[in-house]
């Protein structure tokens, strides 16, 4: 397993952008699939956007695309989320999670194994 540190979560007005960052460390850890979940309160966690080892895969869920882009610095062990064009509806806690790069993409939450422990991101309106 890996062991996930998420970052630059913050308060932004809508219409604003924050970047989040996922610092994986561990044996391997460029070898997992990397993917970004969020949950607002009430709500179940969700999936926001994958990327594949070589970062020339990636997926995003309808309501993100394109404002929202996933990037990763193997060399850094780091994955991003760069979000844009904020939404009040994109208040959540966002998680990074990992899973071993199996050949596809995948959406829900059990099928990653390794997670951090969550970033907050508020949009006020």
């Known amino acids: 397993q890996v062991q996930l540190v998420e970052s630059g979560g913050g308060l932004v007005q809508a219409g604003g952008s924050l970047r989040l960052s996922c610092a994986a460390s561990?044996?391997?850890?460029?070898?997992?699939?990397m993917g970004w979940f969020r949950q607002a309160p009430g709500r179940e966690r969700e999936f926001v956007a994958g990327i594949r080892t070589n970062g020339g895969s990636t997926y995003y869920t309808d309501s993100v695309k394109g404002r929202f882009t996933i990037s990763r610095d193997n060399a850094e062990n780091t994955v991003y989320l760069q979000m844009n064009s904020l939404k009040p509806e994109d208040t959540a806690v966002y998680y990074c999670?990992?899973?071993?790069?199996?050949?596809?993409?995948?959406?829900?939450?059990?099928?990653?194994?390794?997670w951090g422990q969550g970033t907050r991101v508020t949009v006020s309106s």
């Open positions: 999670a990992a899973k071993l790069d199996v050949g596809i993409l995948t959406t829900t939450p059990i099928t990653y194994n390794s």
């Open positions: 561990g044996r391997a850890a460029s070898h997992y699939a």
